[in-house]
């Protein structure tokens, strides 16, 4: 995940450190040995014969080398298509799709298997490449950084593999820097040791002029990369300096002397390895190709070499700056480098693109088609280029606490961006933010920590997509190293040659944060903590860091290690030996309380295994550092990411990880809760612990950004009360192969045992997987004014409704008739349901009053004058009536009826009055009748308990009525639609406002499944919602005004609805 593609010297280079295989398009990856027709180039390598094996098939040709340059087909596949944003490839050809390894294999071959439909493309493709490969065969003096071969075969597949030479991985990269180092510009120079004498040597190469060092990489891979670090320089001149104004004595060989006491030799004979220190003074003479280079670059080294030289961090930080900020006020971004001329330029400013441990100053420029930037020194190519049609997510970064970040993604679910930008100042973030986010809107769905949180309660996500979608807005990135996604540490058991998943000693306590897991070690901190002056803080570590990230990552990012550790390695007992080792280290020592990272919960194992043969070191025993010591219960590997996983999606963490995520992410992060967790680390770490800007002092502010880099940071708060439990179906198992598929398990019921409930159930589901196919059977014109409530008898033979014309009326579906209209006063009704039994109708009146109808003898049979306002909505339950009132209060009455063959009323008996502070527009009951819900006029959504007549929870949702709100049918989920066109998710249990969907205009009432949505809108429309995805899957013509009423059967097959338009609608789905 670290970087996906780098450049360097016009060259691509797959750099992704997470999954095997990328894909686009999704497609089968036809195997090596597949049958075919091939057209075939082969490299020179034999040794990749080898590994690879002679499969069927294969046709070979002479030994071909691909040239050093991107601008050539084979490196634009390899490079311009690994970006995923391949424009002219899929203009070639639209249904391209492309797979390729990651860059965790990068002394490996590089396997790409490009598959269209257009099959001409490819064969033309491959036809292009064998006649520029056998073109540059024939150039003698062209250096192969690439070997590889090509194969196109029948069915519109072209395969092929990128074999990297040794001289690939010499390529200068901006590991090769200091943290905070800068590079400004390169030159191609000749290195010449000990001039003028007879063992003069001479090495050509290129001169790299960096803020804090000289770098001078040699052509010949043999020679090491050389760094002076400009701290240790004596000297630096120009021979003829003495002599500037003399033009006969002038050499205008260009050549640079530089005099130092100690210089770095780096990947020496091509081995990645500890950089070699040699110390003592020496000179090192560098001759220009282009002599008239020569001052400037002399006064830029004296410029670099007088900043390096000043004492504190903070000036010598700010006196580079200061150069780096006139660089950048010289130039501008090259308009030439725009992809069309009739492009238009929105906005341009200064900026630096950020990878793992690095920075790279240059320009970004907006236009109405395309996000570019273009480095400083043009690397690790001359402009980076985005279509902002590809664009699908965007978000602002905090980078070293400061909110200067921006990252932007052309894929929906990768945790790697494409690019990550840090601006100079948050005006330049925020308007290039403004200027991407109003182009995609339109087009791009925007998901919130809430949204993605009730995806994972109800299934459609795994705990492992959770977790990445938290971290990713919770500003970790992969291009952050003191931000990377945390995951947790869920296994605890490294000893058993077995792992049982169906014991719960198996698992860590995801309740507790690692520091706290030893009782012992957590007394010390404790009696610490309490002993500590303020700011006080539990840990000195934190559980998060660059150094944690590779400390787990060496075996494939060792440049990143060395980078970070000024060109050494981790002694040899620290590095990562052991899975069980370093499990109990965090449970033992004194400071390390580090979590895991994402790669342990992946697919790919490279991690764990010391492909490249790096030399980390010997042990205290004698025993050399090489793969990962695994637990007895994991048979290699693979076997053990794949267990792990398995322990990721169990049932035990789904039951838990909510716990965990409460303390990383969510309330216990911070504040007493924090404290009562055990959850306390250094100020510094959290977003808000230090405002940079008020620190004037530059050493202090130097100081404080390096220990916020180095120490780690802890994540954006995403919530602030109780994270709720995931639900966890009884017949379900969740899968992490789809990121919407949920596996269904056998049941043990079997078929011809099925119950009742289960059959309900079923056709339930299906009629909500198909209320896309609902239909208008038939519409009647019953009311003067607007329905406002209907019910049904349960043989569905009649329906009652209610208007606001004050009338009650009794359509039969069989005669198609009006049987009976009942008006009870002259003020409008406002909802009406009919008691078990099917005799007696109520309804609820603007009078104040609530209407008892008696079916059975045509009359009103009682009135409850219970309220001070308006009645505006009533639910019944088990002689239980609970009515809502614009009086501000819901109250709950105990009905006794009276007999009925005589005149006696109903007894009614005031048991709970529900007390609010503005008027109640709509109430519901959940399936098991425990709790209500209701829904004020100014927005208010509260959730009562009605056995004890307690609030659970009140939550301001909307902005303006709440028009409606019911429960999901497992009660877990609360659904409300308000006069602000919004739909709100609360979580029952916690009371937590988990997701909200935008329509483009108010939905009056809705029935719901806790997935989707059938609501009625204020244009008469039925509309179908998407929760999970939060956005309309069908629209269905409807009324001619707002569909006011809405009722639906136990089987959720038939559908009636009542408009503003005085109309019925009988809708009946059609499968």
């Known amino acids: 995940m670290l970087e996906k593609v780098l450049s360097r010297r016009n060259l691509y280079e797959v750099r992704a450190i997470g999954q095997r295989r990328w894909c686009l398009g999704g497609t089968r990856v036809p195997s090596l040995g597949e049958q075919g027709s091939p057209v075939v180039s082969r490299c020179k390598n034999q040794g990749a014969s080898r590994q690879r094996g002679r499969t069927a098939g294969w046709s070979h040709a002479s030994p071909v080398q691909i040239p050093d340059a991107a601008s050539y087909t084979a490196l634009f596949i390899v490079g311009f298509a690994l970006n995923l944003r391949c424009n002219s490839l899929s203009t070639l050809s639209p249904t391209l799709k492309l797979k390729v390894l990651p860059w965790w294999r990068w002394r490996l071959p590089i396997h790409f298997i490009l598959e269209s439909e257009t099959a001409s493309f490819l064969a033309s493709l491959t036809a292009e490449l064998l006649r520029r490969l056998a073109a540059f065969q024939r150039k003698q003096t062209v250096k192969s950084w690439f070997e590889g071969y090509f194969m196109a075969k029948k069915g519109g597949i072209l395969e092929g593999a990128i074999f990297m030479t040794e001289s690939l991985d010499r390529l200068f990269t901006l590991l090769l820097l200091n943290l905070e180092e800068y590079y400004f510009e390169q030159h191609t120079a000749n290195h010449i040791i000990n001039k003028g004498c007879r063992d003069e040597r001479k090495f050509r190469g290129s001169l790299k002029i960096c803020s804090k060092s000289i770098i001078f990489e040699a052509d010949d891979n043999i020679q090491p990369i050389i760094k002076i670090p400009l701290r240790d320089c004596i000297s630096i001149k120009a021979p003829e300096d003495n002599e500037a104004n003399n033009p006969f004595t002038r050499d205008t060989s260009g050549g640079i002397s530089v005099v130092c006491n100690q210089v770095f030799l780096i990947k020496e004979r091509n081995i990645i390895a500890p950089y070699k220190p040699v110390r003592g003074r020496t000179e090192h003479f560098f001759q220009l190709d282009v002599a008239g280079k020569l001052g400037d670059v002399v006064q830029t080294l004296h410029q670099l070499y007088r900043a390096s030289c000043l004492d504190k961090m903070g000036d010598q930080a700010a006196m580079i700056t200061a150069i780096l900020q006139s660089r950048l006020a010289r130039t501008s971004f090259d308009k030439n480098r725009f992809q069309s001329i009739s492009e238009t330029l929105h906005m341009e400013c200064k900026a630096e693109m950020v990878t793992p441990l690095v920075t790279n100053p240059g320009h970004v420029c907006v236009t109405d088609a395309n996000l570019y930037f273009q480095p400083l020194n043009g690397y690790p190519k001359p402009v980076v280029q985005i279509t902002l049609q590809n664009v699908r997510r965007i978000y602002k970064r905090r980078h070293g606490l400061m909110p200067l970040g921006l990252e932007v993604f052309c894929t929906e679910n990768d945790l790697c961006s494409d690019i990550y930008l840090k601006f100079y100042n948050c005006q330049d973030r925020d308007e290039l933010y403004f200027l991407i986010a109003t182009y995609i809107e339109n087009h791009?769905?925007?998901?919130?920590?809430?949204?993605?949180?009730?995806?994972?309660?109800?299934?459609?996500?795994?705990?492992?997509?959770?977790?990445?979608h938290l971290n990713n807005l919770a500003d970790r990135s992969c291009n952050d190293l003191s931000q990377y996604p945390v995951f947790p540490w869920i296994i605890a058991d490294y000893s058993s040659s077995v792992l049982d998943l169906t014991k719960p000693e198996t698992f860590r306590d995801l309740s507790k944060p690692i520091g706290a897991m030893n009782k012992e070690r957590l007394d010390r901190l404790l009696t610490r903590y309490q002993e500590m002056p303020e700011p006080k803080f539990m840990y000195g570590s934190h559980y998060s860091s660059p150094g944690y990230v590779l400390f787990y990552l060496v075996r494939v990012a060792p440049e990143y290690m060395l980078c970070l550790q000024n060109g050494k390695f981790d002694h040899a007992d620290r590095m990562f030996n052991s899975l069980a080792e370093t499990w109990k280290n965090c449970l033992d020592g004194a400071t390390d309380f580090k979590e895991l990272i994402p790669e342990f919960y992946e697919n790919d194992s490279s991690f764990l295994v010391n492909s490249l043969k790096l030399d980390l070191g010997k042990r205290q025993g004698g025993k050399m550092v090489e793969d990962v010591e695994l637990p007895p219960w994991a048979s290699g590997p693979d076997d053990f990411l794949q267990k792990s996983q398995e322990a990721l999606e169990s049932q035990y963490v789904s039951e838990h990880l909510h716990e965990w995520i409460d303390i990383i992410f969510g309330y216990k992060q911070k504040g007493s809760d924090a404290v009562a967790a055990h959850n306390v680390f250094h100020p510094l770490t959290y977003e808000g612990g230090v405002d940079l800007n008020s620190i004037m002092d530059p050493n202090e502010k130097v100081a404080l950004l390096t220990q916020i880099l180095e120490f780690g940071q802890t994540p954006k708060q995403l919530f602030t009360i109780p994270h709720p439990r995931r639900i966890i179906p009884k017949l379900k198992s969740l899968s992490r192969t789809s990121s919407h598929s949920v596996s269904i398990t056998e049941s043990p019921v079997s078929p011809n045992e099925e119950s009742f409930e289960d059959l309900t159930e079923e056709s339930i589901t299906l009629a909500w997987n198909n209320i896309a196919k609902l239909k208008l059977d038939e519409q009647y014109k019953i009311h003067k004014e607007a329905i406002t409530g209907i019910a049904v008898t349960c043989n569905g033979s009649s329906v009652f409704t209610t208007s606001q014309d004050s009338t009650l009326k009794m359509f039969s579906k069989e005669s198609k008739t009006i049987q009976r209209s009942v008006s009870f006063s002259n003020m409008a009704l406002s909802s009406c349901l009919i008691l078990p039994g099917d005799t007696t109708v109520i309804s609820s009146s603007w009078d104040n009053h609530i209407y008892f109808y008696s079916i059975a003898f045509g009359r009103q049979q009682d009135i409850l004058m219970g309220h001070d306002d308006a009645v505006s909505k009533i639910c019944w339950h088990d002689g239980r009536l609970y009515s809502a009132s614009w009086d501000s209060t819901v109250k709950v009455w105990h009905c006794v009826p009276g007999e009925t063959l005589s005149n006696k009323k109903h007894r009614f008996e005031l048991l709970a009055e529900l007390e609010h502070d503005v008027s109640v527009n709509t109430i519901d009951l959940n399936a098991a009748n425990t709790m209500l819900a209701s829904g004020t006029k100014?927005?208010?959504?509260?959730?009562?308990?009605?056995?004890?007549?307690?609030?659970?929870?009140?939550?301001?949702?909307?902005?303006?009525?709440?028009?409606?709100?019911?429960?999901?049918?497992?009660?877990?989920?609360?659904?409300?639609?308000?006069?602000?066109?919004?739909?709100?998710?609360?979580?029952?249990?916690?009371?937590?406002?988990?997701?909200?969907v935008t329509a483009d205009e108010p939905q009056r009432c809705f029935k719901w499944d806790g997935n989707t949505i059938l609501s009625g809108s204020q244009s008469g429309e039925l509309l179908i919602w998407d929760l999970l995805g939060g956005k309309v899957i069908e629209r269905i013509k409807g009324h001619t005004g707002a569909v006011m009423s809405m009722w639906m059967n136990e089987q959720c097959n038939s559908v009636i609805t009542g408009g503003e338009d005085k109309q019925i609608m009988f809708w009946k789905l059609q499968y």
């Open 938 to 996: 100014e927005g208010t959504i509260s959730v009562w308990d009605v056995t004890t007549a307690t609030m659970l929870h009140q939550l301001p949702c909307h902005a303006g009525t709440v028009f409606d709100a019911a429960f999901s049918p497992d009660s877990r989920h609360l659904l409300s639609a308000g006069e602000d066109c919004c739909f709100k998710v609360i979580d029952v249990q916690t009371g937590m406002l988990i997701s909200s």
């Open 444 to 468: 791009i769905t925007e998901h919130t920590a809430e949204s993605y949180m009730l995806q994972w309660q109800r299934g459609h996500i795994s705990n492992y997509q959770y977790l990445l």
